[in-house]
């Protein structure tokens, strides 16, 4: 197992940047939950709020991304 | 990773989960120009080419009572139209045919990406950044247009104190601006990544003893990247529509 530091700093560059990801899934799992706690409340509500869940997703989603982008980018265009 | 290269079949990877995104020329190995026919280019124009076998021959009988693919049609209009007139307003009507052409575009490269071994053109920040920027120039030109001087009150809030709006103010410019480098990351990064891990789980199931657990992740993840591919088209749309909705009323 040979290899030069840089390798190994982008390996765990990758890996800290995975953290990321998971940080994206509390935010995805706190909107739809919430979503689904106010849902529950007032059901005949609901319906109407769809589009504003999904934008709540994406925002929160993007950041995800983001960190999954520099995953990428540091194994494989570094 | 000069011994990765020559791994035996059983330990690591078999091919790079990768691999699939490579965008090649269809005729020939020269380098890609801008008018090369690649694969990417084909499955642009085979989507373009649903979309209209869709919508134009679909719909060409107009019958009274639709059948399968003029309902199919139908749907997919107003559901697009129903979410720009809900989202953007009456007046967000006008740029209708733009937002149903950007949805309908999404969705179908999404999809037919999603066809074993074809290619997905989203998945490509280059594809994605020509439709994310092209939304944020065409909102920025509209709300000079519309609004005049008056839409940089975008960025002004009017009700917040005025000892915080300078700051609010900075944060709204720099948000402003990352909206078309989200819009489409967002996009490619999500369609990427679906398709990564759907190659990473068929590399493991080159090794005999986990196969039958992969081969069931990759019939589960690809349930999953099928909700994914409509989803994305839909968020996409969704967020013009609200981008669109800034534009035309910026006070809001």
Known sequence: MEGNIADMGQFIGAGLAAIGSGAAA?????VAGNFLAGALRNPSAAASQTATLFIGLAFAEALGIFAFLVALLLMFAV | MEEEAHAPAEGGLTFHPLDQFEVTPLFGDGPVHFFTITNATMWMA?????????????????????GRVQSTAEILYSFIYKMVEDVTGHD???????????FLFILFVNYLGLVPTSFTPTSHIAVTAVLGFGVFIAVTVLGFVKNGAAFLGLFWMKDAPLVLRPIIAVIEVISYFVRPVSHSIRLAGNIMAGHAVIKVFAGFAAIALISPVS????????????LVAGIQAYVFTILTCVYLKDALHPGH
């Open chain 2, 46 to 66: 085979i989507a373009v080419l649903a979309i209209f076998a869709l919508f134009v021959l679909g719909t060409s009988r107009r019958s009274l009572v639709p």
């Open chain 1, 26 to 30: 509390i935010g995805v799992g706190h």
């Open chain 2, 215 to 226: 081969i069931v992740a990759i019939a589960l993840i690809y349930g999953l990247e099928v």
């Open chain 2, 92 to 102: 967000g009507v006008r740029y209708f045919p733009y937002i149903l052409t950007l």
